[in-house]
């Protein structure tokens, strides 16, 4: 298994919902990480996990919670987001913090109302 | 000033046309360099990764040039399907934390 999975593809809420975003991958890889992408930007990282430890956050909004359960998973839960949040929201992973090329995951598409 | 600084395009070529992009880069502790390349609406995948040497992958030649503070992607040949969006990546000092570009718009037409 040499992917990074992401659901939902999808996702509509409303700016008072919470929900969670998931990323899984079994490829043992010990370092996870979330970006933020709009249309025609480059993508904004986000927060970076290493060996399930928070190593990285880039000065996110809280209404945005990142969670790693165990090393094959990561979950962002949301909760009072805003419009502007709306964007597509990629996982990677890596082996290590230190190994440069990232795995991404194809992403879930949020639309905040 | 930016971190990273690409020509966003777009570049539109016909098909066997040669086409290259350049990308600057302000941290001159950069250590690692990339290529990605972003098809519409799908994640990143990594092209190949730039060697001070340079090096080619087939049709695609990337080069990097630490004293300008730049790299290239240079696609010889084009194919319709290299239509996308090419991102020039690098990782500073800090582990884990890689600089994108804001990617260049190639169109390749038959």
């Known amino acids: 298994d040499t992917e990074v999975t992401q659901t939902p593809k999808h996702l509509v809420m409303g700016m008072t919902n919470k929900k969670s975003l998931k990323c899984e991958q079994h490829?043992?890889?010990?370092?996870m990480y979330w970006y933020k992408q709009k249309a025609k930007k480059p993508p904004e990282l986000m927060f970076v996990?290493?060996?399930?430890?928070?190593?990285i956050n880039e000065s996110v909004p809280s209404r945005f919670s990142p969670e790693c359960p165990n090393s094959s998973l990561l979950n962002l839960h949301l909760h009072a987001l805003q419009p502007e949040d709306s964007a597509l929201y990629l996982c990677?992973?890596?082996?290590?913090?230190?190994?440069?090329?990232?795995?991404f995951g194809p992403g879930t598409r949020l639309t905040v109302l | 000033r930016k971190e990273v600084e690409q020509d966003p395009g777009p570049f539109n070529v016909p098909e066997g046309a040669t086409v290259a992009f350049n990308c600057t880069y302000s941290?001159?502790?950069?250590?690692?360099f990339f290529w990605y390349r972003q098809d519409c609406r799908k994640e990143p995948k990594l092209l190949m990764s730039?060697?001070?040497s340079g090096n080619e992958d087939g049709r695609f030649t990337a080069q990097l040039n630490r004293a300008s503070q730049y790299i290239s992607l240079l696609i010889r040949d084009s194919k319709l399907s290299d239509s996308a969006t090419y991102l020039c990546?690098?990782?500073?000092?800090?582990?884990?934390?890689?600089?994108f570009g804001r990617g260049t718009q190639l169109t390749v037409w038959p």
């Open positions: 990677a992973s890596t082996p290590f913090i230190s190994t440069d090329t990232q795995y």
């Open positions: 490829m043992g890889h010990r370092a």
């Open positions: 996990y290493s060996y399930e430890k928070l190593s």
């Open positions: 941290n001159s502790a950069s250590q690692s």
């Open positions: 730039v060697y001070s």
């Open positions: 990546v690098f990782r500073g000092s800090t582990l884990g934390r890689l600089y």
